[in-house]
């Protein structure tokens, strides 16, 4: 086999272990505020134990690991093995993605995954999140959907964005919280926009479902629980579902 064909995978590898570093460090430091764009992109570039300045050699994700056996050059003490581990997946997504000619798959399936832990930990969805997700069903509607579907679906997360507001402020005035987040009821917008009927609804119930389960396992009636995460997750297993083996509902 010719060299050259193992460029493109190895290329997407490096994207995908560069954007999941990237993920990761946005999400250690969520809630940070930032005096400009290069600040936020390049925030990693200190020693996570003596906040000493990285070189670039130390930049590189995966490759800067391997090299420097899982240590810090300057203080030598053991790197945490989230960065490794989520490095490593992100490569992974993305040469799969190549692979199987699915590389809009890719994107969706990393910033999904980001989103799953940021909700679970900040019961909160960043809007720049929210807003790539529906970007992406946008650009993948108008490239593969007809205009009457795209309407048809349109009119459903409509209807259901409607709903969801509507059970959102009577809750708010009845009980005075939040009973769902307006971050989940964009998600859900945007699952609606993407599936339509009768799939979205399918989603919905299976997430609901899911999270009911989940309070019920863990015991924890009185807390607040994420439910962005959940359908995310569903959103990406539908996706996934979509892309290799047909339609689905
Ligand atoms: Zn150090």
């Known amino acids: ?22 993920l990761v460090q946005e999400y250690d430091n969520y809630r940070r505020e930032y005096k400009n764009f290069t600040d936020r992109v390049f925030v990693r570039s200190t020693c996570d134990f003596c906040q000493k300045n990285l070189n670039l050699s130390e930049l590189f994700p995966v490759f800067s690991y391997l090299f420097q056996r899982g ?29 199987s000619n699915s590389l809009q798959i890719s994107f969706l399936a990393i910033s999904i995954i980001f989103l799953i832990f940021c909700d679970e930990k900040y019961q909160e969805i960043p809007i720049w999140n929210n807003l790539f997700i529906l970007t992406w069903v946008v650009l993948e509607l108008y490239f593969n959907h007809s205009n009457s579907q795209i309407l048809q679906n349109l009119f459903a997360a409509s209807c259901a964005c409607i709903i969801l507001l509507l059970i959102y402020y009577s809750y708010l005035k009845i009980k005075g919280t939040e009973g769902i987040g307006l971050a989940d009821i964009l998600l859900l917008f945007t699952a609606f926009l993407y599936f339509g009927l009768p799939a979205s609804f399918y989603l919905l119930t299976l997430a609901s479902l899911s999270l009911i389960l989940k309070i019920i396992l863990t015991q924890q009636y009185k807390s607040k ?3 962005g995460s959940w359908i995310a997750g569903f959103f990406l297993m539908f996706t996934v579902y979509q892309e290799f083996y047909g339609t689905v509902g």
Do not use: D, Q
């Open 225 to 227: 629980h994420a439910f």
């Open 1 to 22: 086999m010719n060299s050259l064909y193992l460029v493109i995978p190895v290329l997407s590898g490096i994207i995908g272990a560069s954007i999941a570093s990237w």
């Open 71 to 99: 240590k810090s050059r300057c203080c030598k003490k053991p790197i945490t093995k989230k960065y490794i581990f989520f490095e490593i997946l992100g490569a992974l997504i993305f040469v799969f993605g190549i692979i």
